[in-house]
């Protein structure tokens, strides 16, 4: 039981970060992933940089377009 609830606490926003990243492949950048409410740390602290990530490479994309069109 013990070990089905730790597995799951680090399975949920690794499922999480590897959706958000299949969908900004297909080309959707505002995925965003989410660590749940008890995630630990380090899944945590992924999940966290890999919407750091997201977000920039947004605002890139935003720029690059702004860029163009000028």
Known sequence: FVA????????TPLNSVA???RRIAAGDLTA????GDQSLGET???TEDFNVMAQKLQQSA?????????
């Open 32 to 35: 965003r992933a989410t660590s």
């Open 62 to 70: 935003e720029v690059m377009t702004s860029w163009n069109a000028a």
């Open 4 to 11: 089905l609830r730790l597995a799951r606490r680090i399975i």
């Open 44 to 46: 945590a602290r992924l």
């Open 19 to 21: 959706e958000g990243a």
